[in-house]
C-alpha cells in the first residue's frame, strides 16, 4: 500500500476544502489516506472526526514543523511508498497510479513528483515545484515550468517524466525506506528547502529523484506563510546556506557560499532601500544562524554531484530567459 500523509496544522479550513478532493480522486485499492496533525489547536481534529470519519489520524502533541512532522508520520508506517501531500492539494483522478507505475518499473528511483499546477489558474504551473525541479550554481532553486516568480502555462511542454534534481515537498512520493535511510527531512530546517536537502542527500546515497508528469495535482501554495512574511524570508535563505554546506563537495563549497554572502548581500541592500527592514532583519538572522549551525553537520568531502548549471540570475534578469526551455 501507499500511505497519503497529509500534515496538517491549524488547518481546518484547508481540509474542509482539498479532503474532498484527495478522497474522491485516491485509488482506494492503492492507497490510504493519513492526516497526521502537529498539535492544532483551532477545530482540525474536530473536523476530521464528523466530517471525515473515514480518515486516519496522527495526532502529534505539538507542532513539529514540515519537517519533523512528517519524520515523525513515516517512522510510524509501514508502507513500502508514502506521499508526503500539502493540505491545500486537489489531485487530479488518477494521480496515484502513475506514480506507482513510475516507481515499480524504476527501481533506482527513491523519489518522484507529480505536475504541479496553480489551484487558482488550472492552466499554469504552480510555484512550489511545477514539473521538477534543479539548482543553478548558486544554489538558487527553479523548475521546469517556473524560474523565480514566472509560472509558465501548461501546454504540455514538460509532459515527459525525467530525472531532476529535486522534487517538491507538495506532493513528494517516496520510498519509506530510502527516505528513512537518507535521514528523513532534516528538523533543523523546520520548514522551506528541506525537500531539496533531502533530495539531494538521495542522490549521495546513489538514488535518482523524478518528476511524472502524467499525474497532475492542483496546489493553493503560501498555505502556510506568504512571500512576503519575514519568517518565510528567514528559513528560505538560512535553509539554503545549510543546504549547500552539506551537500557541496569541498572543492567548491568555500566558493560557492562566498557568492551566495554576496549575492545576499545585495538582496538585503534591495529590502534596505525599499524600507523593508523587517525582511533586511531576516537575512541578516538567516546568516548568523547559519554560522552557528553549520558545526553541528557533517559534510561530503568528495561528492561531486551537480552538472554545470546556469547562473538563473544572469539567464532570467540580463538574458531575458523566463522559460525553462530557453535555457
Known amino acids: 500500500m501507499i500511505a497519503v ?12 476544502e482539498f479532503l474532498p478532493h484527495v478522497l474522491a480522486n485516491t485509488d482506494k485499492e492503492l492507497a490510504r489516506v493519513i492526516v497526521a496533525d502537529n498539535g492544532s489547536t483551532d477545530t482540525s481534529l474536530e473536523v476530521l472526526r464528523e466530517d471525515f470519519p473515514e480518515v486516519e489520524v496522527m495526532r502529534f502533541s505539538e507542532n513539529y514543523g514540515f519537517a519533523d512532522g512528517y519524520n515523525r508520520a513515516i517512522a510510524a508506517i509501514d508502507d513500502e511508498y508514502a506521499i508526503l501531500l500539502n493540505s491545500d492539494v486537489a489531485p487530479a483522478p488518477g494521480w496515484i497510479g502513475p506514480l506507482w507505475e513510475y516507481m515499480k518499473t524504476h527501481p533506482h528511483c527513491a523519489a518522484c513528483q507529480p505536475k504541479l499546477l496553480s489551484y487558482r489558474e488550472p492552466d499554469k504551473f504552480e510555484y ?5 525541479g534543479f539548482l543553478d550554481k548558486n544554489g538558487y532553486p527553479y523548475c521546469r515550468g517556473r ?8 501546454q504540455g511542454q514538460y509532459d515527459n517524466a525525467m530525472d531532476v534534481f529535486w522534487a517538491s515537498g507538495a506532493a513528494l512520493m517516496v520510498r519509506t525506506q530510502a527516505y528513512r535511510d537518507a535521514g528523513g527531512l532534516d528538523p533543523k530546517f523546520f520548514a522551506h528547502m528541506e525537500e531539496i536537502d533531502l533530495c539531494w542527500r538521495m542522490q549521495l546515497q546513489g538514488w535518482t529523484v523524478a518528476a511524472v508528469p502524467q499525474s497532475a ?4 501554495g503560501g498555505g502556510s506563510l506568504p512571500a512576503s512574511n519575514p519568517r518565510k524570508t528567514y528559513l528560505n535563505f538560512r535553509n539554503n546556506l545549510l543546504m549547500m554546506h552539506k551537500n557541496l563537495p569541498d572543492s567548491v563549497r568555500s566558493q560557492r557560499l562566498f557568492v551566495r554572502r554576496l549575492l545576499d548581500t545585495a538582496a538585503w541592500a534591495k529590502f534596505m532601500v525599499t524600507f523593508d527592514f523587517k525582511n533586511a532583519n531576516a537575512i541578516l538572522r538567516a546568516h548568523r544562524h547559519f554560522a552557528k549551525m553549520r558545526k553541528n553537520y557533517n559534510t561530503h568531502p568528495e561528492a561531486i ?3 554545470e548549471q546556469p547562473n538563473i540570475l544572469l539567464e532570467y534578469y540580463l538574458r531575458g530567459k523566463k522559460r525553462y526551455s530557453q535555457l
Open 5 to 16: 500523509i497529509i500534515l496538517n496544522w491549524n488547518g481546518a479550513n484547508l481540509l474542509r
Open 128 to 132: 512550489a515545484g511545477a514539473c521538477g
Open 147 to 154: 524560474i523565480f516568480d514566472t509560472c509558465e502555462t501548461d
Open 217 to 220: 495535482i492542483y496546489h493553493l
Open 305 to 307: 554531484l551537480l552538472p
